[in-house]
């Protein structure tokens, strides 16, 4: 037997044995567009309806999430490979006790690890199916490798734009790489738009007819749309506190607004479709490029 058929038997026992998380990977074509906003809202609103919610913060070097929770991780994904650190040791607690693991500035990309490094990592990360009911995985904005992996490796994408022409046409840039990358599987993947920082219900569903419509006649694909988050004062002033304006401002438009979308993907998440994949699934395709 292979290293690679080892790494295999490993990946495919660590599956069997454990309970597999909802996984959700919010992406967007272009940066400032508000992605880690909603990762952290999308986090409070399904930990305040019962669920045990992990943020994966995949934007490496930068520190967005962490910024929003108002909290300075000790330790991150740099600790787990290379110092020894557990794979509990190194989540950080947020807001409501939800969990986030930074990937700190030590970590140029899952992609350029080593397969024994993430072997040790997959075997890690496994354990996460244990400690959570959903992970919630914060990708790098654009079309970069790494990027592309993650989107590639996840069941079920969110995928957030806004009215900018700048924004849709780098959401179907990274929609196109997406489609015309050979292992791309596009009857094992859903993905949602959310369109973000709208004045009107209008407007949301507009920005996701554009985007549908090009997908649609260029690509052969179809997209889904999960819903709207409006323009709202309260998320800046949130931002500027540090903290999510879900809990610093439950009843304003926006946090309503994410009340709508979790029920949504709450919903969406016990419809039998599409086979659920635990992170170790999805963190086993960067072992197998590397046979």
Do not use: W
């Amino acid at each position: 037997m292979d290293q690679a058929e080892k790494l295999r038997t490993i990946v495919k026992k660590n599956q069997r044995n454990a309970p597999k998380a909802q996984i959700f990977t919010v992406t967007s074509g272009k940066g400032g567009v508000g992605k880690s906003n909603v990762v952290v809202n999308l986090a409070v609103q399904m930990q305040k309806r019962g669920k045990k919610v992990i943020i994966f913060d995949a934007d490496f070097g930068l520190a967005n999430v962490e910024i929003m929770f108002g909290a300075i991780p000790k330790l991150n994904l740099s600790d787990l490979i290379y110092r020894g650190k557990t794979i509990q040791e190194i989540i950080t607690p947020g807001p409501l006790d939800i969990g986030f693991i930074s990937g700190g500035s030590g970590v140029m990309g899952v992609n350029n690890l080593s397969k024994e490094q993430l072997k040790f990592l997959v075997g890690n990360l496994s354990k996460l199916d244990e400690l959570a009911d959903v992970i919630i995985i914060d990708t790098g904005a654009g079309i970069s490798d790494n990027v592309l992996e993650f989107v590639m490796a996840s069941p079920e994408i969110l995928l957030l734009a806004t009215s900018e022409p700048s924004s849709l046409t780098d959401a179907y840039s990274l929609l196109k790489a997406l489609h015309r990358n050979e292992e791309f599987r596009q009857t094992e993947t859903k993905i949602k738009v959310i369109s973000n920082r709208v004045t009107s219900e209008e407007e949301g569903t507009g920005i996701y007819e554009k985007l549908n419509a090009v997908v649609g006649q260029f690509l052969n694909g179809n997209l889904e749309y999960l819903g709207m988050i409006p323009q709202d004062a309260a998320v800046e002033k949130a931002i500027r506190q540090q903290q999510p304006v879900t809990l610093l401002y439950p009843e304003s438009k926006s946090s309503k607004a994410f009340d709508v979308l979790t029920d949504c993907l709450i919903q969406g998440a016990s419809a039998p479709i599409y086979e659920k994949k635990g992170i170790v699934q999805l963190l086993s395709r960067f072992i197998f490029k590397k046979d």
